[in-house]
């Protein structure tokens, strides 16, 4: 039908923390367009890793302020800018949730590259220090306003570790028998794999504490690996396309496969690529967030968790789907994570479902990510940061290096 758009029954302000990344800018335009007051709050910090990196999104990214300019001329909705780091400036952050009284507050405002976690100490420290003060900045602004505002986070399916429960993983909560007999029903056993998911795992406990302590109304969701660059919403004016990361430690699996297929490059498996994982479209981010905000849990009932993912696909057979759509090749390289080589994942998304979720599945839009995308701006594109740079341990680095 609408393709999961819908007209929110009520106009909500809402407040995108992180409005500027990957997946917040086209949520935010996505919950401008739908009718919400949006107000958004980044500290840029994306843009500086970036320097730090010494790569760029493969997509000509414009400023904030020339962003929300053409927002404005498409559009006619104006969404306000707030430039601070929602870890380190508590006040400012309590002062605008009083000031502005939002109905929620959507939170991507994380550090979310796995590899760039394992970095190093520096990466690490600021991965933990980032996520974990920013998410109960956040919890404990909302409860010293004394206002009801449901959040929405920005979770991953890789709190669930992966491979480490055979069958459906449901949607964030388990029935369990306890020793001594007392059946309970718990959040699913967490095992991170990378600083990041950690911080990611330490979110959920922290959002366990402030929904019980306080009845916040809290709802995570699990995201699978996003892929895909630009939504009807970006499309609008090129200069609100949406930034495309292909580095080896921003970008994610299938962006960077298709950056490969563009540039005649190999596609780099990592092992035997039977590793499994989840995946979604960037346009149904948005739209299951807009889902989310529109069906907040009720005040005092626990933490609500969707798995917001579409399919899964094991890295390998994702790869052959390239091969086979561009001709180019698949290599094989020492995988620099410590994780299992082969692992099932079969994930329940039943919630979205019943909300009349509808998602993009990986055939329809990948040709025009290669060629519009991908092929378009290859030009910017530098293969120096294409191999894997991070590794998850000393041993690992010294098998990695055998491949360059
Ligand atoms: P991103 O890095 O592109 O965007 C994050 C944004 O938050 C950036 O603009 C950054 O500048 C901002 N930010 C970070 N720390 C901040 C702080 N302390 N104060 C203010 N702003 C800050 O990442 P993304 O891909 O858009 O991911 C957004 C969220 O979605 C993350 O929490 C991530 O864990 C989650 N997620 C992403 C994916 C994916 O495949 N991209 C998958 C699952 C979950």
């Not at 405002?109 to 590899?115: V, Y």
């Not at 996003?226 to 090129?238: A, Y």
Request: with cysteine; proline share 4%.
């Amino acid at each position: 039908g609408t393709n999961g758009m819908f007209t929110p029954s009520e106009k909500k302000k809402v407040i995108v923390l992180g409005g500027d990344g990957f997946c917040g800018w086209p949520t935010a335009l996505y919950l401008s367009e739908i009718g919400h007051d949006v107000i958004i709050v980044d500290n840029l910090s994306r843009r500086a890793i970036d320097l730090e990196l010494e790569c760029d999104s493969l997509t000509p990214i414009q400023s904030m302020g020339e962003r929300l300019k053409v927002w404005k001329q498409v559009s006619g909705k104006e969404i306000p800018f707030h430039f601070f780091d929602v870890a380190k400036s508590y006040e400012l952050l309590r002062e605008l949730i009083a000031r502005e009284k939002p109905d929620a507050v959507v939170h991507f405002a994380e550090q979310r590259a796995a590899p760039y976690s394992m970095k190093g100490p520096y990466q690490k420290k600021y991965t933990i220090d980032n996520n974990v003060n920013g998410t109960h900045n956040l919890l404990c602004a909302i409860v010293e306003s004394g206002l009801d505002v449901h959040v929405v986070h920005l979770g991953t399916m890789g709190v669930y570790g992966y491979g480490t429960s055979g069958g459906e993983i449901p949607e964030g909560y388990i029935d369990v028998t306890l020793p001594g007999g007392r059946e309970s029903n718990i959040l699913h056993p967490m095992s991170p794999g990378s600083v990041y998911h950690m911080t990611k795992c330490l979110d959920q406990l922290l959002f366990q504490f402030y929904q019980r302590n306080d009845e916040l109304r809290i709802t995570d969701l699990h995201q699978g690996i996003v892929w895909g660059t630009n939504t009807p919403w970006t499309k609008k004016d090129e200069r609100l396309i949406n930034r495309f990361d292909y580095d080896s430690d921003y970008g994610t699996v299938l962006n960077r496969f298709l950056m490969q297929a563009a540039m005649g490059y190999p596609l780099t498996v990592y092992g035997t690529g039977g590793q499994t994982r989840a995946f979604i479209h960037i346009e149904d981010t948005a739209k299951c967030i807009g889902l989310a905000i529109e069906n907040p849990p009720k005040s005092g009932d626990r933490v609500e968790i969707f798995n917001q993912i579409a399919e899964t696909h094991r890295v390998r057979d994702l790869a052959k789907i390239i091969a086979d759509l561009t001709g180019c090749e698949v290599k094989s390289v020492n995988n620099p994570r410590k994780e299992a080589a082969e692992n099932e994942l079969e994930v329940s998304n039943k919630k979205f479902r019943s909300l009349g979720y509808e998602p993009i599945s990986l055939g329809t839009g990948l040709l025009e990510e290669v060629t519009q995308v991908a092929d378009k701006y290859k030009d910017r594109c530098d293969v120096d940061k294409i191999m894997p740079s991070s590794f998850w341990n000393k041993k690992i680095e010294e098998q990695c290096t055998d491949d360059v």
